[in-house]
């Protein structure tokens, strides 16, 4: 006997936490997190320690961006359970790192890529993973990209940018370092000039445009396109081939070739100009750049056996200034078209400008991987940076952590024959706002805390309506979100909103919040119990829960219980059936922490009552039955 009873106990206790579970994840389900945790931390107190448990708490801390309680509950999660999904070993990593723990971020992050290493058999797993994570980090690839003009362009010829220690280095026309006029655009010589640049949060500052620093570079004729080494000691730059007496040399057809010069830094001066040795008199070289590991030089050449007109070609930088031969690039690159102005991200990825690859017109930026996958395909960069006229010379600041770059274009819109245009990405930006009203009464309703969350319902932002109702949000574009609207003495009201990838798109969402308290009951919805029966649901208690809420926010709030069962049964049964209901009832919401002082009485009308006709004498379905089943929280003294 006694072993059978210590039976029922424990199978009691285990359906108490299994009913307490439900309703909390019923609470998690409609982002009621703070409820949820709630909920989910008595049921650990219980000694339901769950895998589902401990880590529902620590995505309902998660999800409302309480980092620090999140870690809590997590660290209890991973570390009792070894075959913990992934995502929430991401997420631990992500709330460490999030309170400073970078120590223990780093060692986590090493046991998710070994587990990961592990499982990843297939390429559906891991394309699911790669999802999974885009999702919780609310990945947005839709981006504006903001191109503007630099105030330093001129009406001639600007271009090739180039940054070291916040010194933009370029090529310009302006024509101030001599009277000198190249026949074939009536424009002065180029030049190359430099001029301070600073990054805030407000955008680009610049000094003033000046030569470059340095005695002996700038000439009478053409210098531009450079490249200085991650040391800063050396720089590469184009310069037409001149003789010793600073004339121009000519091949046999009467044609000036470009060459790749060197100098090295001498007291803050470019000095000590050497020419580089594979240049030659019947070819030019020209648009230096260099490996992100300064080993090796890139740079254009119409030099014999190319594919097309001017082709890419990389050398190795050996010791004692001495190159390697030339080897082109090959035919992922090169074209039978103009291929020019190399450059080479941090990351290693090759930029350059053609006309041979498939473009929008003239000379076009494109990328490619062909340092690290020789079968790389160029790929075009499309518009902004591409605009059916001459775009060139890409730069990317390997300081720069904005992603800010630079490029060349001699599009209609600039002030000179080329210009120097910045460009950054920024994320695509929309507006949602809108008002809360009184469902009832339809007037505004200030202080709504109203909460956008993604479409794992975590919390993105957070603001309040202010005196006439209203809110407003700034957001991404593209995607999927829920506005939630919460108050003291109302039910939540949410809607779910899919945002478009226009930019600037502003988006009204006006949300009615239905009062808990209604003339003189709290008005949540009915407290439905099944046929025959006086225990409480799940989606019962859910509604309790909101009854609680109320006599929380109002300790001298007193009420009386009614309930009331259908016409199925005795009238004497029915009686003591609702009675029954009325006390599981009562007991619930006492048991949940409220002075059972405050229930006045929790009384049962049977079948006493009933608000549709469905007696004895009429066939009722089912759901016309539950409509008579329900019990109501009269209010003895409002608040």
């Known amino acids: 006997m006694k072993t059978n009873f210590l039976i029922l106990i424990l199978a009691f206790s285990t359906s108490i936490l299994v009913a307490q579970k439900k309703l909390a994840d019923k609470f998690f389900d409609n982002y009621g997190y703070v409820k949820a945790s709630e909920l989910y931390a008595e049921a650990v107190k219980k000694g339901d320690s769950s895998e589902h448990v401990l880590t529902r708490l620590g995505d309902s801390y998660y999800n409302n961006s309480d980092s620090k309680n999140a870690v809590i509950w997590y660290s209890k999660a991973v570390n009792k359970y070894d075959k913990i999904a992934p995502e929430y070993l991401f997420k631990y990593i992500q709330t460490l790192k999030s309170v400073g723990n970078y120590a223990e971020a780093s060692t986590w992050m090493k046991k998710l890529v070994a587990i990961q290493s592990k499982n990843v058999s297939t390429r559906e797993y891991d394309a699911d993973l790669v999802e999974k994570y885009n999702d919780l980090l609310s990945i947005d690839n839709t981006s504006i990209i903001e191109v503007v003009n630099l105030p330093f362009n001129t009406p001639q010829s600007d271009f090739g940018s180039y940054i070291h220690n916040n010194q933009l280095f370029f090529a310009s026309a302006t024509g101030s370092n001599g009277s000198k006029v190249y026949a074939w655009n009536k424009e002065p010589f180029l030049d190359l000039y430099q001029i301070s640049v600073e990054e805030n949060d407000s955008g680009l500052t610049f000094g003033n445009p000046g030569y470059i620093k340095s005695s002996k570079i700038n000439s009478d004729y053409h210098e531009a396109s450079v490249a200085i080494t991650n040391d800063g000691k050396t720089i590469y730059f184009t310069r037409d081939n001149m003789k010793r007496n600073s004339k121009l040399d000519y091949d046999k057809k009467g044609t000036t070739h470009l060459k790749i010069y060197k100098a090295t830094l001498v007291d803050g001066s470019w000095e000590n100009i050497k020419e580089l040795p594979f240049n030659?008199?019947?070819?030019?070289?020209?648009?230096?750049?260099?490996?992100?590991?300064?080993?090796?030089?890139?740079?254009?050449?119409?030099?014999?056996?190319?594919?097309?007109?001017?082709?890419?070609?990389?050398?190795?930088?050996?010791?004692n200034d001495k190159f390697s031969k030339p080897k082109n690039l090959g035919d992922k690159i090169n074209t039978q078209g103009r291929e020019m102005f190399p450059f080479i991200g941090k990351d290693s990825i090759f930029y350059f400008s053609s006309d041979g690859h498939l473009n929008l017109g003239l000379l076009d930026i494109f990328k490619s991987n062909i340092l690290k996958d020789p079968t790389a395909e160029a790929e075009n960069l499309g518009a902004p940076y591409n605009s059916g006229y001459d775009d060139f010379a890409f730069f990317i600041d390997p300081s720069n952590k904005s992603k800010r770059g630079y490029f060349s274009s001699n599009r209609p819109e600039g002030k000179g024959n080329d210009d120097i245009y910045t460009f950054y990405p920024r994320e695509c930006a929309q507006i949602i706002r809108g008002t809360a009203r009184d469902k009832v009464t339809n007037d505004l309703l200030n202080g709504v805390s109203v909460k956008l969350l993604d479409k794992n319902g975590k919390l993105i932002k957070e603001v309040f309506t202010d005196e006439n109702g209203a809110y407003e949000f700034s957001t991404?574009?593209?995607?999927?979100?829920?506005?939630?609207?919460?108050?003291?003495?109302?039910?939540?009201?949410?809607?779910?909103?899919?945002?478009?990838?226009?930019?600037?798109?502003?988006?009204?969402?006006?949300?009615?919040?239905?009062?808990?308290?209604?003339?003189?009951?709290?008005?949540?919805?009915?407290?439905?119990?099944?046929?025959?029966?006086?225990?409480?649901?799940?989606?019962?208690?859910?509604?309790?829960?909101?009854?609680?809420?109320?006599?929380?926010?109002?300790?001298?709030?007193?009420?009386?219980?009614?309930?009331?069962?259908?016409?199925?049964?005795?009238?004497?049964?029915?009686?003591?059936?609702?009675?029954?209901?009325?006390?599981?009832?009562?007991?619930?919401?006492?048991?949940?922490?409220?002075?059972?002082?405050?229930?006045?009485?929790?009384?049962?009308?049977?079948?006493?009552?009933?608000?549709?006709?469905?007696?004895?004498?009429?066939?009722?379905?089912?759901?016309?039955?539950?409509?008579?089943?329900?019990?109501?929280?009269?209010?003895?003294?409002?608040?």
């Open 280 to 319: 030659d008199e019947v070819f030019s070289t020209g648009h230096p750049a260099l490996s992100p590991d300064n080993k090796k030089l890139y740079f254009v050449s119409d030099m014999d056996g190319g594919f097309g007109q001017t082709d890419i070609y990389e050398v190795d930088i050996l010791e």
């Open 476 to 639: 991404n574009c593209n995607h999927q979100v829920t506005v939630l609207g919460s108050k003291p003495n109302y039910l939540d009201d949410s809607k779910d909103l899919a945002l478009n990838d226009t930019d600037g798109t502003i988006s009204t969402v006006d949300l009615m919040l239905d009062p808990l308290i209604k003339g003189n009951q709290i008005a949540v919805n009915p407290i439905y119990f099944d046929f025959d029966k006086s225990n409480i649901r799940t989606d019962a208690e859910y509604e309790l829960e909101k009854v609680i809420d109320v006599l929380r926010i109002h300790p001298n709030m007193s009420i009386k219980i009614e309930s009331h069962t259908d016409s199925r049964g005795s009238e004497k049964y029915n009686m003591k059936l609702s009675e029954q209901r009325a006390k599981s009832s009562r007991d619930y919401i006492v048991s949940r922490g409220i002075d059972s002082n405050r229930i006045e009485s929790a009384t049962g009308y049977g079948e006493t009552k009933l608000i549709n006709g469905c007696d004895d004498s009429k066939k009722c379905t089912e759901e016309e039955h539950q409509l008579n089943r329900r019990t109501q929280f009269i209010i003895l003294n409002m608040p």
